[in-house]
């Protein structure tokens, strides 16, 4: 039985999914979700967080919705009561702030705008969460990253794995890239491009059936794999929309 640490431990289970369209949007779903509950539980009343809620701590459009979801409804109200408050503490601070851009819930109303996750793969960083996802995520490529230089059986997984979303695919492909041992490393950099593409291939082929389909003359022959290949898509070019 080989030694591995618990981080290791986690990518290596992650990566035994076959059906995995992207092991770090596994994880990071994980992770999400435990960052959701704690929010929303023993964090909203802590000394340290309370107090940095809606200015410090904010939150995307797309963490506010996935908090709201939460059954939590009494964490989610402290939180949003609190944001309020900072508002008006603004307000009486200042009034010329009603007429500017500076406002606590202004502020929020602009982040909400923008995506969590860009198209280039970076997290936005003026959200708790999303950087805090941002940099489990780090850590958790450059895991994988020890991983390939040290074991075989690992090597075999990740060659055998759907690759990744667009973002963690983007994500990878930096780190390899500024990497000081990028030398060392042109061959998994060469696998990661060919798991990526062969992956958007054998999507799109389950797409082209599914779209098929709908063609009477398909009626009655299989699904195959195409039944559920949009959300499969979805989640290959989007991750964890």
């Known amino acids: 039985m080989k030694k591995l640490k618990i981080e290791e431990i986690k990518i290596y289970e992650t990566f035994e999914n076959k059906l995995a369209e992207c092991p770090f949007c596994v994880i990071e779903e994980k992770y999400e979700k435990q960052l959701i509950h704690s929010i929303l539980g023993e964090r909203i009343m802590d000394i340290d967080f ?16 996935k908090l709201n979801r939460g059954s939590d409804k009494l964490g989610l109200a402290i939180m949003l009561d609190k944001i309020i408050n900072e508002e008006k503490k603004k307000l009486h601070k200042n009034k010329s702030l009603q ?35 941002d940099e489990n995520n780090n850590d958790n490529i450059k895991v994988t990253i020890e991983l390939w ?23 990878m492909i ?10 060392g490393l042109d061959d ?20 082209q059936w599914f779209i098929k389909k709908f063609d009477y003359l398909n009626a009655d022959k299989p ?19």
């Open 99 to 133: 007429k500017n851009h500076n406002s606590v819930v202004k502020k929020l109303l602009s982040l909400s705008k923008n995506p969590s996750r860009t198209l280039n793969g970076k997290a936005n960083y003026e959200c708790f969460i999303c950087s805090k996802l």
């Open 50 to 65: 309370y107090p940095k809620i809606g200015n410090e701590h904010k939150f995307c459009e797309n963490h506010i919705e």
């Open 188 to 207: 998994m950099y060469e696998v990661t491009n060919e798991i990526y593409l062969k992956n958007l291939e054998r999507l799109q082929e389950e797409l």
């Open 174 to 183: 930096n780190e390899l890239e500024e990497s000081t041992e990028m030398k």
């Open 223 to 241: 699904w195959g794999t195409s039944k559920d290949s949009i959300q499969r898509a979805l989640q290959k070019i989007l991750g964890n929309y």
């Open 149 to 171: 230089k040290k074991d075989m059986d690992f090597r075999r997984l990740y060659k055998d794995s759907r690759g990744f979303c667009s973002n963690h695919y983007i994500n």
